[in-house]
Each structure stands twice: as structure tokens, then as C-alpha cells.
């Protein structure tokens, strides 16, 4: 065990040093094209993805919908199982543009989750959705695994009510999501989540945890509500569509970070407020009570 904790500190310094590398990288070189940002070659590259299906009853899926929509497309196995991590990572990579360090460390983190060689083993997307591994109570997309123990089935009213809380507005006058609109939705479900899932649990990591997936739907997804509705509700990739992210290398922890830190302190301090406005109220009705 000491020496699996060795090992991983090692693996993590090693990540956070290619990370800053490839982020100073991406500083000093001028970004990719719009229309190239899948690589030549790659399912999806100029906004050509592969036919969509919708999965079949035994297929295996998770609770993150950038992974389910990739196998709804083909363009990791179809049934969602026996993926290996190492797959995991350049497909991944190639898709959305994450950065290598981004793409390497998930599924590495994964493997250790779940007692996993990276270099060797595979996966089913089932699998990822250890409970408080990766997977966590008070999603924005699904409701808690005490309510659905089926992780891969998207919650449609949350993401209904996600979307209809969009306050932004693109260029071409598109509704967009905002890190304020991320937050209080945020807020919403840790405070709702909190009360009616007797076995609720949110530790801090999982709530970074959080944070990122809903600070993945402002930068990969770019916030746009229209391409977010095809992502969430279906599963399904939008025709023509290629992540937001221009970096060259990809959507860096450093960049990535700016994001995540946002949402989460915003998140915060909305439930904080929460907890202190239903403390209040509780007092004064026990009051009014006698």
C-alpha cells in the first residue's frame, strides 16, 4: 500500500508538470482552426461523426454523457464494454480535446478506483460509476444512485431545468449557460439532494467532482444550450459539431482549473446562504410555535 502511494504521488507530480508544460505551451502558439480541431482521420474530424444509435437494452453506460455519446456513435465500442483505459484515453483526447495530461490522468485515476492496471486492463462504462468513486450524489443530470441505482439514465426533468435557467446569450443570440447559472442549479441540488437522500454524501473532492462536469459543459461544450440539449438529453453528438477548445494541446488541468474554481465558490456560498435561510426559518417557526 505505501509503495502504491509512492507510485501515484510520483504519477501526479509527473502530470501536474506535463499539464503546466502544455499549458504554457498552448500561451505561446497560435490556436487551431475552427473546422479542424478533431484530428484528419478520426471519427468526427470536420464535424463528421458516425451514425447515431441509441443503446440497446444490455449495453453498458455511465453517468458521464460525453462517454455514452461517444459509444451511441460507435466511436468507442458500441455496447459500452471491454474499453481499454489506454483507448479510453486517445479517443478521448481526439474527440473533445482534452488535453494528453487531462486524458491520461481520468483514466488513470479510474483504474486506481477501481484496483485496475491502466497499461493492461479495460473496462465497461458501468463500471465507472463506483459509487463516491467518480460518481457522486447531487449530479446535475442525474438523480442520486439512492433514488436510480441506474446511473447510465439521464434525469430529464434536471436537465429540462438546467437549460431552461440559461441567462447567456452567444454572438448570434443563442441561449447560453453561464457560471452563475451552473452555480445555482448547483446550489438547487446540493440543498434538495441533501434532504431527501437519507444516505446523501458530498465530500469536498466530489464536489470538485461536480464542479468540473458542469465547468466540462462551459468550456469543451462552450455553454451553448442548443448543443447541450442534443448532449445531455440524448446522449447525441450534434451533427457538425467540434469542442469549443482551440488550444492546440488541448483543455489543460491549469486552464481548466479557472473554470472549475468559478463555479465551485459560487456554488458554495448560494448553498451556504441555502442552509443559513433554513436555519432561520426553522428558528423562527419553533418559535411561532412556542
Request: hydrophobic share 35%.
Amino acid at each position: 500500500m505505501v509503495l502504491k502511494g509512492i507510485i501515484a504521488a510520483v504519477q501526479n507530480l509527473y502530470i501536474l508538470t506535463w499539464d503546466v508544460g502544455l499549458f504554457t505551451f498552448n500561451l505561446l502558439t497560435p490556436n487551431l482552426k475552427p473546422g479542424h480541431v478533431v484530428p484528419e482521420g478520426h471519427p468526427g474530424a470536420r464535424g463528421s461523426w458516425p451514425e447515431y444509435i441509441a443503446p440497446k437494452e444490455g449495453d453498458s453506460r455511465c453517468s458521464c454523457p460525453a462517454l455514452n455519446a461517444l459509444a451511441n456513435h460507435g466511436v468507442l465500442p458500441r455496447d459500452g464494454k471491454s474499453i481499454s483505459l489506454r483507448e479510453l484515453t486517445r479517443t478521448v483526447r481526439a474527440a473533445y480535446n482534452f488535453s494528453p495530461s487531462f486524458c491520461y490522468f481520468v483514466p488513470l485515476y479510474c483504474a486506481r478506483m477501481l484496483g485496475k492496471d491502466y497499461n493492461q486492463d479495460a473496462v465497461d462504462l458501468s463500471e465507472l460509476d463506483l459509487h463516491n468513486g467518480i460518481e457522486h450524489d447531487a449530479s446535475l443530470t442525474r438523480q442520486d444512485k439512492y433514488h436510480e441505482p441506474n446511473q447510465g439514465t439521464p434525469y430529464i426533468p434536471y436537465i429540462e431545468e438546467l437549460l431552461a435557467s440559461s441567462s447567456g446569450k452567444a454572438l448570434d443570440g443563442s441561449a447560453l449557460l453561464t457560471p452563475d447559472d451552473l452555480a445555482r442549479f448547483s446550489a438547487k441540488r446540493r440543498t434538495e439532494a441533501a434532504s431527501s437522500n437519507p444516505e446523501f454524501s458530498l465530500d469536498c473532492i466530489h464536489k470538485i467532482f461536480g464542479s468540473s462536469n458542469s465547468s466540462t459543459m462551459l468550456t469543451i461544450m462552450g455553454g451553448r444550450v442548443k448543443d447541450l440539449e442534443s448532449f445531455l438529453i440524448e446522449e447525441r453528438i450534434p451533427d457538425g459539431w467540434e469542442s469549443r477548445v482551440l488550444s492546440r494541446k488541448g483543455l489543460t488541468f491549469q486552464a481548466f482549473n479557472k473554470t472549475v474554481i468559478k463555479v465551485e465558490c459560487k456554488t458554495r456560498n448560494l448553498t451556504n446562504k441555502a442552509k443559513k435561510e433554513k436555519t432561520v426559518r426553522a428558528t423562527v417557526l419553533r418559535y411561532l410555535l412556542g
